[in-house]
């Protein structure tokens, strides 16, 4: 399992296309998880090729199943950071499955819950899961790796598309997205 901090990942080339970044509190299709919501919606931000991505997954998931958007876009500031998180880009996504009226549904342990707090089962290959808990990770695996997203082994929940990771992962010499600044009300 190759990392996010890991030597063959942090030195593939950052380029960026320049993709504007939509804010998703203007997509009603997609439902947001308020737990993290900054005052100004800086995690309610990603590109718009993921947008239309994570659209799209959703149109396949199973009847009364919907994406639940936790956290996108974490804002970022160059002289913080010596390596940025891929949430910086605007590529990276913490999602879950919820039904049509928002409830979460079983994933086997908590969005954001480490190792610790989840006995392991924050590892997208974990076995110690109830089988709903399987089926409902397969579900989210299926749709969004059909739309070209790559998941972070460590965290079921975290799936990215254009960032270093993605580029690693699926052999491509460059990211489509670097980390960008975006100035919040």
Not at 8 to 22: F, G, K, R
Not at 84 to 102: E, I, K, Q, R
Not at 124 to 147: F, G, M, P, Q, Y
């Amino acid at each position: 399992m190759t990392l996010v901090s890991e030597p063959q990942t942090v030195t593939i080339h950052t380029a960026d296309n320049h993709e504007p970044l939509v804010d998703l509190r203007d997509v009603p299709e997609l439902r947001l998880a308020r737990r993290l919501a900054g005052e100004h919606g800086g995690y309610a931000r990603l590109r718009t090729s993921v947008v239309d991505r994570l659209l799209s997954a959703q149109k396949r998931l199973p009847h009364g199943i919907r994406l639940l958007i936790v956290e996108a876009y974490r804002p970022y500031r160059p002289d913080e950071l010596d390596l940025p998180d891929p949430h910086h880009t605007g590529g990276a996504v913490d999602v879950t499955l919820c039904t049509g009226d928002g409830t979460e549904l079983d994933l086997g342990s908590r969005v954001l819950d480490g190792p610790e707090a989840s006995a392991n089962a924050c590892y997208t290959a974990a076995r110690n899961i109830s089988i709903a808990a399987l089926r409902n990770r397969a579900n989210l695996w299926t749709v969004l790796r059909r739309e070209g997203l790559t998941n972070y082994p460590t965290e079921w929940w975290h799936w990215s598309y254009g960032d270093r990771y993605w580029a690693l992962n699926n052999g491509v010499p460059n990211t489509l997205y670097a980390p960008v600044t975006v100035e919040l009300p």
